[in-house]
């Protein structure tokens, strides 16, 4: 079974660029989550889906970052304009349903100049 | 914040040593799962146990949970050189939408 995917797995870019990130979760998992990840902490949730719908986003900054997942299956991940402090680590999950055991990707190490 | 601490941040033992990890978390749960994630890799997920169990084993793990004192630890005995990772509990709030929060997480080493 092929696990979740991600890409870009680096990307740097200078303070007040754009940057999205896209997540493909495994075959079949209706749930996906969005992670961000500071060096030295835990991972904090930013964004979950259910199918095509969000369930909770209320720990995204979405003065700047926006996410989608369109048809159910493919999320992107976007910041508009970024800043210092978006430097992290943004990981990708996937669960088959709310209650079942979350699987992550590898993750897109940000750094931001 | 709802995310929680863990005890130590840090471990260093010796291989075949006992490593023991401890979590503290803020509000009422459904669950508390444990994660590893080795340097550069993404996380994968060791162990759950639900708001109703105390304690449960897999393998080399065992996990407790004292819900009266917002707590869990992780037990990983006989340790191995390849459990060298960073280990984070991750609690799921009472609503049961799954949103976990994440704790500090405890860096093991473990010296062949």
């Known amino acids: 079974e092929a696990g979740v995917a991600q890409s870009p797995r680096y990307k740097i870019i200078e303070k007040r660029q754009s940057v999205a990130f896209w997540c493909n979760p495994i075959s079949g998992h209706a749930t996906l989550y969005w992670y961000q990840q500071i060096l030295g902490q835990g991972p904090k949730l930013l964004i979950q889906?259910?199918?095509?719908?969000?369930?909770?986003d209320s720990q995204l900054p979405k003065d700047r970052f926006s996410a989608e997942r369109l048809k159910g299956v493919d999320s992107t991940l976007k910041i508009q304009p970024a800043k210092l402090e978006d430097s992290a680590v943004y990981l990708c999950a996937s669960s088959y349903r709310l209650d079942y055991e979350q699987y992550f990707g590898p993750g897109t190490r940000l750094t931001v100049t | 914040s709802q995310q929680g601490e863990e005890d130590p941040q840090a471990l260093s033992i010796q291989e075949g040593e006992n490593a023991t990890m401890n979590c503290s978390y803020k509000?009422?749960?459904?669950?508390l799962q444990w994660y590893r994630q080795n340097s550069g890799r993404g996380l994968v997920h060791l162990i759950l146990i639900r708001s109703n169990e105390r304690e449960k084993h897999s393998g080399r793990l065992r996990v407790t949970l004292d819900t009266s004192k917002k707590s869990s630890s992780l037990l990983i005995t006989a340790s191995r050189a390849a459990d060298t990772a960073s280990y984070f509990c991750a609690s799921e709030g009472e609503t049961g939408a799954n949103n976990l929060f994440f704790g500090t997480g405890t860096r093991l080493t473990v010296i062949p």
């Open positions: 509000t009422s749960i459904n669950n």
């Open positions: 889906f259910q199918n095509n719908g969000v369930v909770d």
